[in-house]
């Protein structure tokens, strides 16, 4: 069992910038950021492979945010710039423990997920 652990949420002005940091116990292969405002679907916001050679990016957030990841480390960024109202939301980290090098983008791809971190973007 893999635990996962988001850190650097937090309250922002519009157009600022945060970094979102999960770390994992152990290893694992296909990562993901989601998020969920209240009364909201969880949504994928961007998903890596396990070498970094496939990203994906949700619509909504091409051209400001920014997901990497550092094996070595366990441990999977977002830079989220030019943040919006509307990017207010809990982000979660998602981990997949199975080996493949695609990129998954469907929440029944993953196994683990961590407990969440608030992001609040004010006016």
């Known amino acids: 069992q893999v635990q996962l652990a988001e850190s650097g949420g937090g309250l922002v002005q519009a157009g600022g910038s945060l970094r979102l940091v999960c770390a994992a116990s152990g290893r694992t292969y296909a990562m993901g950021w989601f998020r969920q405002a209240p009364g909201k679907e969880r949504d994928l916001v961007a998903a890596?492979?396990?070498?970094?050679?496939?990203?994906y990016y949700a619509d909504f957030v091409k051209g400001r945010f920014t997901i990497s990841r550092d094996n070595r480390m366990n441990t999977l960024y977002l830079q989220m710039n030019s943040l919006k109202l509307e990017d207010t939301a809990v982000y979660y980290c998602?981990?997949?423990?199975?080996?493949?090098?695609?990129?998954?983008?469907?929440?029944?791809?993953?196994?683990?997920w961590g407990q969440g971190t608030q992001v609040t973007v004010a006016s």
């Open positions: 998602a981990a997949d423990k199975t080996l493949t090098t695609v990129v998954h983008t469907a929440l029944s791809d993953y196994d683990f």
């Open positions: 890596i492979s396990w070498g970094s050679s496939s990203t």
